[in-house]
């Protein structure tokens, strides 16, 4: 991994891309971010969104894809990342109806499915948990586990957010070790909880409880590609905290 492969989840600042979403991207740019993953595209067209990354000096990571999209309209997602250069599509979050074991062994050959039909135009497809996936099992495996145990590497790969790994109450760094190898993308969320218990949520990076510099020694030692902040809900303007995000792993030699 390049010290300089940080991405933003753009979901982070999703008030902000409602609002102007080329603005948005521009103050991305500026703050020093080296790519970007989507989470919809601003009603923009695949020319006029590469034209801006291009312009902006920003590289598409990749987009996340809610599954019914996936499943409806795949083709048309795949041209329009493929003209923006992107190399990963990656399926976000399932619905509470698709969280149950039965229900998500239902879903495993359909990811694997579609792995298949990213992996014939070029692209990869990868997958992105929160903490359901250990929270219930297929048999005597979570169902993270499960899911990649049930597909090939060729066709889904691991996106693994590190922050919902820790708030499950696993080690991040041994999921990194254990999927070392098919792990092009981590996602640095970092949470913290509050004083006397209670409420958890996320933060900064290097302001809650993830240890960040373990985190990124693993990660390089298991070449993953690109390390992508995501903070789900932010106490400040999401702009504000990104930039102070980036910041903080500038300050400590990873940006």
């Known amino acids: ?143 993270f586990d499960a899911l990649f145990s049930r597909t090939s590497p060729e066709r889904l790969q691991v996106e693994l957010d590190l922050g919902w790994v820790q708030y499950a109450g696993l080690s991040p760094l041994a999921y990194i070790e254990k999927y070392q190898g098919r792990l092009p993308l981590l996602h640095l969320k970092d949470f913290r909880q509050a004083e006397g218990g209670g409420a958890i949520d996320t933060v900064e990076i290097g302001k809650g409880d993830l240890d960040i510099p373990s985190v990124i020694a693993a990660a390089r030692s298991a070449k993953v590609d690109w390390l992508i902040v995501e903070q789900d809900r932010c106490s400040q303007n999401s702009l504000d905290s990104v930039a102070e995000s980036f910041r903080w792993l500038q300050e400590h030699g990873y940006a």
């Open 1 to 143: 991994m390049k010290q300089d492969q940080i991405g933003l989840q753009l979901y982070t600042v999703r008030e902000e891309t409602a609002r102007d979403f080329q603005g948005a991207l521009r103050r991305v740019a500026e703050i020093g971010y080296h790519g970007v993953e989507f989470a919809g595209y601003g009603g923009m067209s695949a020319d006029a969104l590469k034209q801006l990354l291009d312009e902006l000096g920003l590289i598409s990571i990749g987009s996340h894809v809610g599954l019914q999209r996936l499943t409806d309209n795949l083709e048309e997602e795949i041209a329009f990342n493929l003209t923006l250069g992107s190399k990963y599509i990656i399926c976000p979050y399932l619905q509470e109806s698709d969280r149950s074991s039965d229900a998500f062994a239902l879903i495993i050959p359909q990811l694997d499915e579609i792995g298949r039909k990213i992996q014939d135009n070029g692209m990869v497809f990868a997958y992105h948990n929160h903490a359901f996936e250990f929270e219930s099992k297929l048999g005597e495996q979570f169902l």
